[in-house]
């Protein structure tokens, strides 16, 4: 079984990134999030190029308000790719992820929506200890906590009033390094 998810949680801690007006984040093997957490001033085109550099997708976004989309690179060779978003004004913020397959998890975990803000969070982790589950509304960071027992964890979490419904995503990460990202589908 593959996986790479990554997680948050919900009522906890607040942090926000107040520099950042693009996030892009790897939430799924092959799956990338761009948030942007202000009103464009006009359109945004968004990139994704492969390792040769060749542009294997562009969009041309026109969104009046704050938005978060998802990218699904399933349909593309396992690789790396960089994600780049323009603003109007030529201002540019780029990342680059890696949507190699992890064949053998440290840690498996999966969210499913289950309605009214609820979310679903089940974590399956036989040797990890010092897990720690945090919960995204977009980019901004809403519940931190760590997981007492991660062998077994089934949890619910409801979110009340989420800026970005679509764009709740959870990172799972262990004391031992291995981190994912995990997406509602």
């Known amino acids: 079984m593959t996986m790479l998810f990554v997680a948050g949680i919900v009522t906890g801690a607040f942090a926000y990134n107040e520099d950042k007006p693009v996030e892009i984040r790897q939430t799924e093997p092959s799956k ?32 009046t308000e704050a938005f978060a989309k998802r990218y699904d690179l399933n349909a593309l060779p396992e690789g790396k790719y960089q994600i780049q978003v323009a603003d109007a004004f030529g201002n540019l913020s780029s990342s680059t992820v890696n949507t190699e397959v992890v064949t053998k998890p440290e840690v498996y975990s999966r969210v499913t929506v289950l309605g009214d803000n609820q979310f679903r969070l089940l974590v399956s982790a036989l040797d990890a200890k010092d897990v720690t589950v945090q919960i995204f509304d977009g980019d901004k960071l809403i519940h931190t906590e760590t997981v ?13 009033k989420p800026a970005f419904p679509e764009a709740i995503s959870f990172k799972v990460s262990t004391g031992a390094g291995f981190t994912a990202y995990v997406a509602s589908k």
């Open 32 to 63: 990338v999030l761009v948030a942007v957490k202000e009103a464009p001033q006009g359109p945004m085109v968004v990139k994704i190029l492969d390792e040769q550099n060749q542009l294997v997708l562009r969009d041309r976004i026109t969104k």
């Open 148 to 160: 007492e027992n991660p062998q077994g964890l089934h949890k619910v979490y409801t979110i009340s």
